[in-house]
């Protein structure tokens, strides 16, 4: 069998995926022991991509970091794209099953509490009021519920259009409200015509 051979790591061929392994363990890839060797750990979400495409090719300068996103994308073929099109539109359906099933409530139950675990806040600043607020959940746009709802009064984000019950014209009201008319006025007539009240004597 043929070696390799880098910084007292053996390595062998592995003819499945073309990349050169090393024969003590833990396994590891001959380009990223190399990159690590010159450059450190390799952080979370990047690869190192060969720049020839050869993957027996791990010299240094042939070696370079990317994410991982851009990595995969660099290395999927119109053949393997139709492939996992392919595999994805096989497995939907058993996934989705999967997913409604008790285990799969379970297994996210158990990995939701997990994830809010290791979460570290972040710093941002309130849409309405300006001021900056530090908050676990990433999408959160106020810092609290007050400028929550302030927002969405002044944006008028919750108004519809409404047609007045007495007199029938067209006005525009918050969603939320238990208005009925378009003023105070018709909103009088209106309960006089319906005789909820009563004239003083």
């Known amino acids: 069998m043929e070696h390799q051979f880098f910084n007292e790591f053996k390595f062998y061929l592995d003819k499945q995926t073309g990349y050169w392994i090393t024969t003590n363990c833990p396994k590891k890839r001959m380009h990223v022991v190399v990159w690590e060797f010159y450059n450190g750990k390799i952080p979370n979400g990047f690869h190192i991509h060969h720049r020839d495409g050869n993957k027996s090719n791990n010299e240094i300068f042939n070696l370079e970091l990317i994410s991982a996103r851009e990595h995969i994308s660099a290395h999927m073929s119109k053949e393997r794209r139709d492939k996992a099109r392919e595999w994805a539109e096989k497995i939907r359906p ?108």
């Not at 959160?140 to 984000?157: G, L, M, P, Q, T």
């Open 94 to 201: 058993l996934t989705k099953k999967w997913h409604a099933s008790k285990d799969g409530h379970e297994w996210h139950k158990k990995h939701g509490i997990e994830g809010w675990k290791t979460r570290k806040p972040v710093e941002k600043i309130c849409d309405h009021c300006g001021k900056k607020f530090s908050v676990l959940a990433f999408q959160s746009r106020f810092c609290s519920n007050a400028c929550k709802s302030a927002w969405r009064r002044k944006e008028r984000v919750d108004y519809i259009d409404c047609f007045c019950q007495f007199c029938g014209q067209k006005f525009r009201k918050n969603k939320y409200a238990k208005s009925t008319t378009c003023s105070r006025s018709c909103g009088c007539k209106l309960s006089w015509s319906q005789g909820s009240r009563k004239k003083k004597k």
